[in-house]
């Protein structure tokens, strides 16, 4: 508790433990006012940033080209032969309704 001085009446005692419990404790100077209670738990950086990453650092597309090779063969073995056989049906059953088709246009000639 704040304690008055020792020649204070009676009155300033009272105005100041009035306002003793709402006086700001721990305040932030960084946020608005409004925001303090929001960014309480948030601790300032303790130094400045001399270092960053640069976006042309990041090397986002290379460690991707460099497994893609392997991923590739990896992806193609695991259903790789569905897709050929896949891919031969649906050819096969193309190529032969196209010559059905022929054929069936050259029987109704004269």
Same mark, same amino acid.
Do not use: C
């Given at each position: 508790?704040?304690?008055?001085?020792?020649?204070?009446? @009676?009155?300033?005692? %009272?105005?100041?433990?009035?306002?003793? &419990?709402?006086?700001?404790?721990?305040?932030? +100077? $960084?946020?608005?006012?409004?925001?303090?209670?929001?960014? @309480?738990?948030? &601790?300032?950086?303790?130094?400045?940033?001399?270092?960053? #990453?640069?976006?042309?650092?990041?090397? %986002?597309?290379?460690?991707?080209?460099?497994?893609?090779? @392997?991923?590739? +063969?990896?992806?193609?073995? $695991?259903?790789?032969? +569905? #897709?050929?056989?896949?891919?031969?049906?649906? =050819?096969?059953?193309?190529?032969?309704? $196209?010559?059905?088709?022929?054929?069936?246009? @050259?029987? =109704? &000639? =004269?």
């Amino acid at each position: 508790l704040i304690q008055p001085p020792p020649n204070a009446n @009676k009155n300033s005692v %009272i105005i100041i433990t009035m306002f003793a &419990r709402s006086a700001v404790r721990m305040a932030r +100077y $960084d946020v608005s006012p409004h925001l303090s209670k929001w960014w @309480k738990g948030v &601790r300032p950086d303790d130094g400045q940033v001399t270092r960053h #990453l640069s976006p042309f650092e990041q090397q %986002i597309v290379m460690p991707w080209l460099k497994t893609f090779p @392997k991923r590739a +063969y990896a992806k193609f073995s $695991d259903s790789g032969p +569905y #897709l050929v056989v896949t891919t031969i049906i649906v =050819y096969g059953t193309a190529a032969l309704s $196209d010559a059905a088709d022929a054929a069936q246009d @050259k029987s =109704y &000639r =004269y």
